[in-house]
């Protein structure tokens, strides 16, 4: 070893045994070629040749194969991107100042045409396609594209902006649909496909995007602005984007288990996904789907007839209760349902429907997500005595 050292010592020595070994590696890459060219020229006499190949390529596509992408193979097909057209009446701010109207009088709407897009996916062999209320709730026009690139013409079946679900429906038969699973049996940590149209993707494509997370949580509730009423949420770090609104998120047997709608950006200029995505649970879209499909709506329209506050420190002292959970009705409407009920002012609700009721944010969405008919089991506090009272919402 000492002599070879010794040898790369001198710059002489070093060029002579690094030219060698150059001389040594191209002379064997073209001994190598030409038994590859012969092989090749043989035919099956060469373990080179293609026949011998295929099986190789074959081989390491199914080792590829996984319960994702067979999930992903059996559910793509169901998926479609969706483009709405919404005509919208817009003012000029000028004349709607009362100043300049006084001379100029008031003026005529301009009707402008906006567009947005979307996802969403079959659920049925006749047609009928699970999206978002807030993807076609008001829209005029509605266009579909299939992963033929088939674009059809869609209808509103059913909407219902609390719950932010809707039905649409086209006309065509024969088309592979998503079954649905059941998303009061998910397990956290399990894997999480998203499927849609991000960006518009879908469009110039004709196929969906795929991205795979898992499940983060379940039974969440998220707060916006507006009368909808997201609770039983499932939480993803599978990326929801722009577009991706209405699409399906599928486990690993293909089955849809959400509707994706609700993405975290991280506030400030952000707008992609931080990996903070939430979808409505596919069970609670079963829930109403029936009804939208038969009336067209969630009929919501009663009145519950009382007002409440949350419980501060100072309240919960005054009225010596263990802690600042539920809220105090504050005031009841005579002859509403609330009236009706039994329910009487300093009432502390505790639990509706067996669900506990923490702060006024969980009372509205309880209530709000309610509908016409239904019966709503108060548990209360009365003079520091727990009873139950039932609501009929008429």
């Known amino acids: 070893m000492e002599e070879v050292f010794r040898l790369f010592e001198s710059r002489k020595n070093r060029k002579v045994i690094i030219i060698s070994v150059l001389l040594l590696v191209l002379f064997s890459g073209v001994l190598l070629g030409k038994i590859i060219f012969d092989g090749f020229g043989k035919g099956n006499n060469s373990g080179f040749n293609t026949a011998s190949m295929q099986p190789v390529v074959a081989g390491q596509n199914e080792d590829r194969q996984t319960p994702i992408t067979r999930a992903v193979a059996k559910v793509s097909p169901a998926i479609v991107g969706i483009n709405v057209e919404e005509v919208r009446e817009i003012r000029d701010p000028f004349f709607d100042d009362p100043f300049f109207r006084q001379f100029f009088g008031n003026s005529a709407p301009q009707k402008q045409v906006v567009r947005a897009l979307g996802s969403g996916f079959l659920i049925s062999e006749d047609g009928y396609i699970l999206t978002n209320d807030h993807v076609v709730g008001n829209a005029t026009k509605i266009s579909v594209t299939l992963t033929d690139g088939e674009t059809i013409n869609a209808k509103i079946i059913g909407s219902d902006a609390v719950s932010d679900v809707a039905l649409i429906k086209i006309d065509k ?14 397990i956290i940590g399990e894997w999480a496909i998203g499927l849609g149209n991000p ?21 969440m509730k998220v707060s916006t602005e507006g009368d909808r009423v997201y609770k039983n949420m499932v939480q993803t770090d599978a990326s929801i984007n722009a577009g991706n609104s209405g699409g399906p998120l599928v486990n ?8 994706n709608t609700i993405i975290y950006t991280g506030g400030g200029y952000s707008q992609g996904s931080i990996g ?67 329910l009487k002012t300093e009432d502390v609700i505790l639990m509706v429907n067996g669900e506990k009721i923490k702060n006024e944010q969980d009372l509205i969405y309880a209530v709000n997500d309610s509908k016409k008919g239904d019966k709503l089991i108060l548990t209360i506090l009365r003079s520091g005595n727990k009873k139950e009272i039932e609501l009929v919402l008429d």
């Open 276 to 342: 903070v995505g939430f979808a409505i649970s596919i069970n609670r879209v079963k829930k109403i789907l029936e009804q939208l499909k038969a009336d067209g709506k969630i009929d919501r329209s009663f009145n519950v007839g009382f007002r409440i506050q949350g419980i501060d420190e100072q309240i919960a002292k005054y009225y010596n209760l263990p802690d600042k959970n539920g809220v105090i009705v504050t005031q009841v409407m005579k002859g509403g349902d609330a009236d009706k009920s039994g």
């Open 199 to 219: 960006f518009g993707l879908f469009e110039v494509n004709s196929k969906p995007t795929v991205t795979v997370g898992v499940i983060s949580a379940t039974n």
């Open 173 to 186: 038969s024969g088309m592979p649909y998503i079954p649905f699973g059941n998303s009061d049996d998910i």
């Open 252 to 259: 690993t047997n293909g089955e849809v288990i959400g509707i």
